[in-house]
Each structure stands twice: as structure tokens, then as C-alpha cells.
């Protein structure tokens, strides 16, 4: 069984095949992890939102190759739906979400990026990172995973 692996460092500084971020429909400009690698990316991510290709919907996925100033060699973001209201439930299924989608996408080694919020402490997290993990990441081989309220860069 895949273990999840706490570790500090900088979000575009996360190895492994991709590294996953969540992004929201109400944080515009981006805000957390979302922004550094959107940052790291040259702006691709507020590129789409600006033209409104994309929204932060929960269900949207966008895949960008790496390019070099992130270690991993994908960044897929995905839509979390609304920051603000956001439970432990809604979370947790999220994070079932970008688990599927990565796997889906044929990774095995991920590193996961998370902004603090009121409703999700640390042990919430690493718990539901570890349930999902044994629903729906079974092929997953690596899990490492940031969770900080101020973005190291």
C-alpha cells in the first residue's frame, strides 16, 4: 500500500511524474500553490482563465507539460469549485478527485500541494489522503505531499 509522505518544500521544488494543485472558481488572481506553478509556468493557468477557457469548476483538469522551473514533468491542476465555504467532506472528495485524475492520466508518482484552510487540519488531511490513496490510488507507487499556509518559494 502507497504510503503518504509529508514534506516541506517549495511547491515548484515537488518531484515525481506531476505534481497536483487544486485551483479555485473564487480565488482570482490564483492564490497558494495554484499561483506558484502558475508563476513557474509563465501564466499559463491566468492565461485560460483570463480568456475563459477555464473557471476553477470542480471536474475541470488542466495538464500542462513542466518546462524546466518545476522539478516535476507535469503540473495538473484542478478545479476545486468554491474556497470559500469549503468542508471537510467537499475536501476529502476532492482529494479522491485528484487522485483519480492523475491516475487516470497514467501517474504513478505524485506530489500533492495544499493551501491551509479552517476546515482541514493537518491529521484531517494526511487522513484523507491516506483513505484515498486506499480507494481509489491503489496503482499509485509515490504519494509526497505539501500542506502550508504560507507558500514557500
Not at 108 to 123: G, K, M, P, R
Request: hydrophobic share 40%.
Amino acid at each position: 500500500m502507497t504510503q503518504a509522505e509529508y514534506v516541506r518544500q517549495p511547491v515548484d521544488h515537488l518531484t515525481g511524474d506531476s505534481v497536483v494543485a487544486l485551483y479555485f472558481d473564487d480565488q482570482k488572481p490564483l492564490d497558494g500553490p495554484a499561483a506558484v506553478l502558475d508563476w513557474r509556468l509563465d501564466g499559463q493557468l491566468t492565461r485560460m482563465l483570463l480568456a475563459g477557457e477555464v473557471h476553477g469548476r470542480a471536474g475541470e483538469h488542466v495538464l500542462l507539460q513542466g518546462n524546466g522551473k518545476v522539478k516535476a514533468d507535469w503540473v495538473l491542476f484542478v478545479g476545486g469549485g468554491k474556497w470559500r465555504g469549503l468542508c471537510e467532506e467537499t475536501h476529502a472528495a476532492l482529494v479522491k478527485h485528484m487522485l483519480t485524475v492523475a491516475r487516470k492520466a497514467g501517474f504513478s508518482d505524485l506530489s500533492l500541494a495544499f493551501s491551509q484552510h479552517d476546515e482541514i487540519d493537518a491529521n484531517n488531511l494526511h487522513q484523507q489522503i491516506k483513505d484515498a490513496l486506499e480507494t481509489v490510488g491503489k496503482e499509485i507507487e509515490f504519494c509526497r505531499y505539501t500542506y502550508s499556509k504560507d507558500v514557500v518559494i
